[in-house]
C-alpha cells in the first residue's frame, strides 16, 4: 500500500491550520503564499504563530528561550507549512517530493546548536510524507531577529504530482 | 486592456539603472547577475547602491538606520533589481509572476519590525506589476551585516512568458 | 576542445570528498543531500567540514577568525559541494550552469566585508568550471551562527545536462 500523508496526519492527530479561512488569509498583503511554476510550488515563509497571528516561543535560542523550545517552535512552523500546502494543492498527497528547505533561527548568547532547532522541522516532515518524499535538502542558519520578535521562519519548495503555472 | 509593467514605470516616473552600460556591469566578476534556466529566471542579489556602488542609507535598522530609510532602501534596491530584469529580458512586460523573494535586514538593538523594513520591495513590485504577477512568496530576515554596511539585501527569482536556458 | 571540469580539478590537484562512503554519508538524518527535479538540481547547504566533521576555521569573522581564514574556509565548503554533486550526477562534468547560491558568513564586531569572504567559494567554482557554467548569481549575508560553530555555510543549485526526477 502506498503512503499517504493526509493519513498520517490523522494517524498523528496534527491540526492543520486552514488558511482558505480568510481571517487568516488576510495576514497576505503584498505577498503570495505559494506560487506554481511547473512542477514546483514555492512556499511564502512561514513562522511558529497561531491563527490570530500570536507567536509561539518567541525570542532568541540562547538567551531567552530554550533549545527544546526552539525545537517546539520549528515543528509548529512546519505544521503551518503543511496547512499553505493544502492551500495550494488541495492535498499533501500531491507532494513528491520536498526540495529546498531554509531555516532561519533568532539566536544570541553565542548559541551555535542551530541544527538541533530546525530538526523539528524535518522531523516532522518525515513523520508526514516518509523518507523519501518528506527528507529535504537544507540549511540552517542562526540570525539576529525574525518578524514579529519570532524565534523561527522557514522557507520551502516542494515538486508536485502536476505541473501547474499560477 | 492587459496590464504593462514598463507602462506603470513609466507613470511612476521610476528611474531605472541600466546594467547593460559597461560601468555597472563591471561590478559581477565572479558571479554572473542571472541565469535563465526553463521559465525561472533566477536573479542575482541587489542591494540599495547607486550606479557608482555607494550605499543608500547604510547601516543597521535599530541603531543609526530609521524604519523609514529601511524602507526607502528596501524600495531603492526592487527599483534596482528591474534593471536586472531588463539587462534578463529586455523588457519588464517579459514577467509572468514573482516566484519567490527573500530578502535580508541589518539589524540590531532588538529591532524586531522585519516586514515592515522589506515591505518597501514588496508594494514597490506591487505598484509596478498589479497584484497577480507583482505578488511574491517572501521571507524577512534580520541579521548581522551584509556587504559593503547596505541596510538591504533581496535575492528574488521570476516566471517569464518565454523558456530558454543561459 | 570543450571544457571539463573533471580534468580542471586533476590540474588543480582538489581533493574532493567521496559522499558515497557510507560513513559521511550517515551525516544526512532527516535531510537529503540533493534533490533532482527537471534539469535543476538542488544541494544541501554544505559547511567547511572535513571528513570526521571537525569544521576548518571554526568562529566568526571579525572577532576570532580573520578575512583571508574565511576565504579559505569558504574554498573548502565550495570543495565539498563538489563532492554533493559528484554523488547526485556521478560526473562534475554534467552541470551546465550554477543557477544560485547563497552563503552565509558568521561574523561580529561589525564586520562589513562579507563578499570578500564568499568569493572563496565563487573563485573556486570559477577555476573549476570556467566563466560560462562556474559563475552564479549570489547573495552572501553575515549572521550570528552556524551549525556546529561554522564560519561559513553555503546553499546552491545547478542546472544539469539532462533531466531527472529524484
Known amino acids: 500500500m502506498s503512503w499517504s500523508a493526509e493519513a498520517r496526519v490523522r494517524e498523528l492527530g496534527l491540526e492543520i491550520p486552514d488558511y482558505g479561512d480568510p481571517s487568516s488569509g488576510e495576514r497576505y498583503a503584498a505577498m503570495?503564499?505559494?506560487?506554481?511554476?511547473?512542477?514546483?510550488?514555492?512556499?511564502?515563509?512561514?513562522?511558529?504563530?497561531?491563527?490570530?497571528?500570536?507567536?509561539?516561543?518567541p525570542g532568541r535560542v540562547g538567551i531567552d528561550v530554550t533549545l527544546e523550545e526552539g525545537y517546539a517552535a520549528a515543528r509548529y512552523a512546519a505544521v503551518n507549512v503543511?496547512?499553505?500546502?493544502?492551500?495550494?494543492l488541495g492535498s499533501l498527497d500531491e507532494v513528491t517530493g520536498f526540495v529546498r528547505t531554509l531555516t532561519f533561527v533568532a539566536v544570541g548568547g553565542g548559541f551555535t546548536d542551530i541544527n538541533k532547532v530546525t530538526n523539528g522541522a524535518a522531523d516532522l516532515w518525515?513523520?508526514?510524507?516518509?523518507?523519501?518524499?518528506?527528507?529535504?535538502?537544507?540549511?540552517?542558519?542562526?540570525?539576529?531577529?525574525?518578524?514579529?520578535?519570532?524565534?523561527?521562519?522557514?522557507?520551502?519548495?516542494?515538486?508536485t504530482r502536476t505541473s501547474a503555472d499560477e
Open 32 to 57: 503570495r503564499p505559494f506560487r506554481r511554476s511547473g512542477r514546483i510550488l514555492t512556499l511564502g515563509s512561514m513562522t511558529p504563530e497561531d491563527r490570530w497571528g500570536r507567536p509561539v516561543h
Open 82 to 88: 503543511l496547512g499553505l500546502i493544502r492551500l495550494a
Open 126 to 159: 518525515v513523520e508526514v510524507f516518509g523518507d523519501t518524499v518528506g527528507r529535504s535538502t537544507s540549511a540552517g542558519i542562526g540570525v539576529t531577529s525574525l518578524s514579529r520578535g519570532n524565534v523561527f521562519e522557514i522557507t520551502a519548495s516542494v515538486q
